[in-house]
Structure formats: structure tokens, C-alpha cells
């Protein structure tokens, strides 16, 4: 079955860390570009980082409300996507979804459930 | 960045009902133009890219239309199920950006 699943959310502290995970099968990473969305709660949806494959030598894009604390990357001998979040703020509190967008086509033709980060004292 | 803007925000309809959304671009952005649909407590769908290609498995009766920066998207019949919030999305562009969305409930 072609799915992704996220997973890794919590919650953390502002000024903590969390390192998000999306699993993918069905698919390779190879033929496929793989981003982050977010969406706040009761809000509309944010897009976050992209990171391209290997051919494209992994290269990355991001918000600018993220650039400088986040890191997309992907492991595709896992089959991975990830996203390591640092100087989490409160307002980087959402639901966040990963995605696939496949070359040459439009983005986000497929998500993953979503994985909930709260960012709380 | 490009800013998107969508209307109406809320509609409300009734089944078999035409509905028609339009997403307009602060800028130019060719046919780059992405539409989502997300019922509630659900992650979003994909609908339609290259501002009128349906994605695979959606049924006909949606359609889009539309390039440069004014965008529809039409629902034919409405059904029970297209009872969700939409969303536009640009892509010509980093970074990439949504439209506020817009609410479609039963009358």
C-alpha cells in the first residue's frame, strides 16, 4: 500500500528540540519530492520545507518562519523523511504533515496523518 | 512572497448544488495553482494541479480553471460528501502559499 505515517510529535518545552519522522512504503523517494505542512489549530495550512532526492543532491527549501531552526532531511535507504525542529516557539505549535509531490506533477499528492507538536510551558 | 487569497470564505449549500470558489494570486503565477480539499479531523486530499488537471481518482464533477492570478474551482453537484474546507495553493514560487481556505457546510 502506497501511505505515508508521521510520527514523533509531543510535547516540548519553547527552547526544546523534536525530531519528526514520516514513513514511507509503496513508493521510492527516487522519482519523488518530499515536503513538510503544518497547520495550526483551527487554522489554514502552512507549507514548511521541501528536500529533493539524491539525484538533486538532497536539496532544500523553507519558510521563512522556520529557516535557521529546522532541518528537512531523508534517508532513502529507510524510506525516511524527517524534521528536526529546534528553538521550538509557541507559535510552532500544529498538526504536521508530511507530504510527496512527484516530479513533474503538482505538490502534496499524498500525506501522512499527521503528527501533533505542542509547544508549552 | 505571493499572497493568495480565496473566495467566499464560508458558503452554505445543499446537495446536488453548483459551487463555485475563486483563488486569486497577488502576482502572476502561470498555471502553478494546486487544489485541496480537508474534511474535518482529516488530513488534506489533493484535488487538482496545474490549475485544472484532476488528480488520479477524483471524480469528474470537480473541475478548475483559470491562469496568471484568477482561479476557480467548480463542484457541478455537490454531494455529501464534498461537505470540507478548500484550499489553493501556489507552487510557482518558493515559498510555497495557501489560501486562507474556504468552508463549505449544509444549509
Known amino acids: 500500500e502506497v501511505q505515508l505515517v508521521d510520527s514523533g510529535g509531543g510535547l516540548v518545552q519553547p527552547g526544546g528540540s523534536l525530531r519528526l519522522s514520516c514513513a514511507a512504503s509503496g513508493f521510492t523517494f527516487t522519482d519523488h519530492i518530499m515536503d513538510w505542512v503544518r497547520q495550526a489549530p483551527g487554522k489554514g495550512l502552512e507549507w514548511v520545507a521541501r528536500v529533493r532526492s539524491r539525484t538533486s543532491s538532497f536539496a532544500t527549501e523553507y519558510a521563512a518562519s522556520v529557516k535557521g531552526r529546522f532541518t528537512i532531511s531523508m534517508d532513502d535507504s529507510k524510506n525516511s523523511l524527517y524534521l528536526q525542529m529546534s528553538s521550538l516557539k509557541t507559535e510552532d505549535t500544529a498538526m504536521y504533515y508530511c507530504?510527496?509531490?512527484?516530479?513533474?506533477?503538482?505538490?502534496?499528492?499524498?500525506w501522512g496523518q499527521g503528527t501533533l507538536v505542542t509547544v508549552s510551558s | 512572497d505571493i499572497q493568495m487569497t480565496q473566495s467566499p470564505s464560508s458558503l452554505s449549500t445543499s446537495v446536488g448544488d453548483r459551487v463555485t470558489i475563486t483563488c486569486r494570486a497577488s502576482?502572476?503565477?502561470?498555471?502553478?495553482l494546486a487544489w485541496f480539499q480537508q474534511r474535518p479531523g482529516k488530513a488534506p486530499k489533493s484535488l487538482i494541479y496545474?490549475?485544472?488537471t484532476l488528480d488520479s481518482g477524483v471524480p469528474s464533477r470537480f473541475s478548475g480553471s483559470g491562469s496568471g492570478t484568477d482561479f476557480t474551482l467548480t463542484i457541478s453537484s455537490l454531494q455529501p460528501e464534498d461537505f470540507a474546507t478548500y484550499y489553493c495553493?501556489?507552487?510557482?514560487?518558493?515559498?510555497?502559499?495557501f489560501g486562507p481556505g474556504t468552508e463549505v457546510d449544509i444549509k
Open positions: 495553493q501556489q507552487y510557482y514560487t518558493y515559498p510555497f502559499t
Open positions: 502576482l502572476g503565477i502561470s498555471n502553478r
Open positions: 496545474a490549475a485544472s
Open positions: 507530504t510527496r509531490s512527484p516530479l513533474g506533477r503538482g505538490p502534496h499528492d499524498l
